[in-house]
């Protein structure tokens, strides 16, 4: 690459997180339904001399601007030198992507056809766990500690709302907080044959980081009574961004606006899913 080249990073929400287990170097096993939003931060690569990286946007505040930042390690790890603007406009460490989801769209800038962003799944998953899922910003089962990967047919386009009550949990602490390490996989996750038939089977499964989230920030429940009117309402990964699901982007949209209105200090947006097929979901939906 020469000149500049713009990327996008989606908001990657887990409308399901089931942990089923732990490797003996402490990684736990997951089986999550893993979708992208229509928002995320952007980015601007251009080709240079030396790798720098700025930091913009409403969330930049905090941001590391050296190789602390998972886009300094994923051009390194291409080879790339270069100016990287970087616009943050979703929280982090908020179980929407963050990082990793910067990371993959610096991959996918850099190397787009190559499955694995240039480098190899085995390096890209050094980078973060979640760095190979955002590679692609099509619906995916993921598995292992995030390195098995399948894209999954007939996820509808979801109507959102995202609420984050401005609140870190570290990802680690999350997980050293969980009761139980060996819980269920999904079920069957395929061949949904309408949006209610997603839908029920959606609120059958679970985020299993929940309630350990929420033992240590309270405020993540708050966030989920906050949903009111939702579908149904979830934690996406290790929180605390919590999601809610509207029967239509008006819904969602005026649910939003309630919410900021009511808790004018956190983040809320209203946002659509990419899905696998055009449908809409929503209760009415055959
Ligand atoms: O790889 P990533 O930066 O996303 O992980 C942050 C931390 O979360 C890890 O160091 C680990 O403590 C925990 N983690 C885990 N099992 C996973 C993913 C993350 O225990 N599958």
Not at 231 to 251: E, K, Q
């Amino acid at each position: 690459m020469t000149t500049a080249a713009e990327a996008f990073a989606s908001a990657k929400i887990n409308l399901t997180l089931h942990v089923t287990g732990r490797r003996s170097d402490g990684y736990h096993l997951l089986d999550s339904l893993v979708v992208f939003a229509d928002v995320g931060d952007r980015l601007i690569l251009t080709a240079g001399a030396n790798l720098s990286v700025a930091v913009t946007g409403p969330f930049a505040e905090g941001v590391p601007t050296d190789g602390r930042n998972l886009v300094w390690r994923a051009a390194e790890a291409a080879g790339w030198m270069g100016w990287i603007e970087l616009e943050k406009n979703l929280p982090h460490g908020a179980g929407i992507g963050g990082g990793s989801a910067d990371a993959a769209a610096v991959l996918r800038a850099l190397h787009g056809q190559n499955p694995m962003g240039g480098i190899g799944a085995e390096r890209a998953l050094e980078l973060g766990a979640d760095v190979p899922v955002c590679l692609s910003s099509l619906p995916q089962r993921m598995r292992g500690i995030g390195e098995q990967l399948r894209p999954v047919q007939d996820v509808p386009g979801l109507n959102l709302v995202l609420v984050n009550p401005h609140v870190h949990v570290p990802t680690p602490a999350v997980f050293r907080e969980l009761m139980h390490r060996e819980n269920p996989a999904m079920q069957h996750c395929e061949g949904w044959d309408s949006g209610p038939a997603f839908l029920d089977w959606l609120g059958q499964q679970r985020n299993d980081l929940e309630i350990p989230a929420r033992s240590l920030a309270p405020e993540i429940g708050e966030a989920l009574s906050a949903l009111d009117g939702a579908i149904l309402s979830r934690m996406s990964g290790s929180g605390a961004t919590c999601f809610g699901v509207y029967d239509t982007m008006d819904v969602a949209r005026n649910a939003a606006r309630r919410i900021a209105a009511k808790y004018p200090e956190w983040w809320v947006q209203a946002t659509r899913t990419v899905g696998s097929d055009a449908r809409q979901v929503s209760r009415a939906t055959t």
